[in-house]
């Protein structure tokens, strides 16, 4: 056990734990309302919103796989960098309009979107469960993240005492979801975001200091994985990979409901359009934390013995807590494993939130009990955040990892059928909502199958045209499948005169700044601060 | 005049769409930057390149964002 950095590793726990309940009196507002457990009021400004997404976007699963991608694989796992640079300017286009029409119609998820731009509520359901279902084994996957540096704290045991730590973490992580909603993760953000980055600038200037410099660490790496293979015998191989893993995990980010909660929960457009120029400081900082991998490989922390039973159990996943291990002083690892650990806590929360205002809004609400409204609706989604997390934490410890990581995987692929509907849905009312949903269908059925081919341990699928064999993100071929397939089924609705639903939105509430609004949720307009 | 305020919002609009799209391409076209020279400090063209490409793309979104678009 390693005394030292487990206590600076629970004295940061602890601090996060308090601020996580204390948030519950930030900026007070009525904790018994949906829109303030869930969005925090929609009150958020510039640099509140900046931490949240950063927090939020950036999970621990992200920071530990992303670079045990690039110790294992080499080049590819550098497509995170082309992924988290194309995300922004996308949702500088397309998400203002979702904040904008959201605000005016007192919309919570994608789904009250859906449901009231194309006025099905089948359609709704589909892009609610779907966002449920992605959204769960990545709740799973943040333990990961808890569980890989609890253990590199030295804790050995096994069994019920072994999983001590992870329920307890998790406990109080849903007892200030529970009673702060919101506000609880985006003032933890602060601090997660704080230590990442001091974790971050610190490694890159120590690390190279103790290994020789950036051009020993490169050097060291063997030439095949630090280029892609260029394409050979009519295979495009690593090339069509990367580029469609990039553009597809690009188009998917934000359709996952945790992105949305933190874009609406801006108080303004402009607000988020601002962030989209800020946030690639968080793409720097995670370019920089996949350089760690091959920081790693250049260590020799895979040979080391006493990193041996680690890597045995985690796999590549426990390149980074090894080389903070191999590199720091104890109580910088204190420091660094906080920042990962609280980095999983950030989005664990707003994930769980997110995906239960999903199920209380577009589930229970819709198909069960349609007068649902006010603090009984908020009761509901609190309740179910609870179960949510319990159902993760039971994942995690009753299940193998693997599990969990193949579920995330498809996650994205299934996340991503939800564009169409959504994105789609922001610019253009042409679409049938039976047509979007047949396309959701069918997108989702070949994507997974696609997966399947692959056993689910990869979401590249080798597509073959002709000659040419373009291996390629499975996520983006399902959806443009997706697309081909709403586009002929709305034609072939239309071409048989069926009607369309009834769209409650007009064009403006697309374009629509806070203080033109008439707001929905009875919130209005104040100054605009900054915080 | 409407047409005359209208007609730089147009222009300004389809410039920072053509400047996404470029910086877009730039960044999906392996071919361009799969390679290890010129490196600086010892950091290969592929890394510092990307790493550079993501500071560009945020400065144009920037832009983008003072202008209104």
Known sequence: MNWTATTVFVLLFLLVTVMG???????????????????????????????????????????????ALVFGAGALGFFAVPYTLLVYPFVFLVFPRLWSVSHRHGYITASDFVAGRFGSRTLSLAVALTGMFATLPYIALQLVGIEVVI???????????????????????????????????ALIALVKDMLIYLTVIVAIIVIPIHLGGYGAIFRAIPRDKLLLAPPSGGNLGAYSAYTTLALGSALALFLYPHAVTGLLSARSRKVIKRNMALLPTYSVALALIAVLGYMAFAAHVATNPSYAPYFQRYGPNFAVPALILDQFPSWFVGVAFAAIAIGALVPAAIMSIAASNLFTRNVYRDWFHK???????????????????????AFIIFLPTKYAIQLQ?????????????????LFTRWFHAKALTAGWLVGMVVGTAMAATQQFQSSIYALHVGDLTVPGYAALYSVVLNFLVVGAGTLLLDLVGARRGTDETTPEDYLLERDEVPAAGGVDAEPDVIM | MASRGRAPARWRRVSVYAAFLIGALVSLWVPLYNRVDPSIAGIPFFYWFQILWIVVLAVVTAIAYRLGV
Do not use: C, M
């Open chain 1, 21 to 67: 309940f204390v948030a519950a009196r930030w900026r007070p507002g009525d904790l018994n309302r949906l829109d303030e457990w869930g969005l925090a009021g929609r009150r958020f400004g510039t640099v509140v919103t900046w931490f949240l997404l950063g927090g939020d976007l950036y999970t621990a699963y992200t920071l530990i796989a992303v670079p």
């Open chain 1, 151 to 185: 253990a590199g704290l030295g804790f050995h045991a096994h069994g019920f005492v072994g999983d001590l730590p992870l329920v307890i973490a998790f406990a109080i992580l849903a007892a200030y979801t529970y009673s702060s909603g919101l506000r609880a993760p």
């Open chain 1, 371 to 393: 007068s649902l409204g006010g603090a009984a609706e908020a009761r509901v989604a609190k309740n179910v955040s609870l179960i949510l997390k319990l159902g993760a934490l």
């Open chain 1, 409 to 425: 995987l498809l996650g994205g692929i299934w996340i991503i059928q939800t564009l169409p509907a959504l994105v789609g849905g």
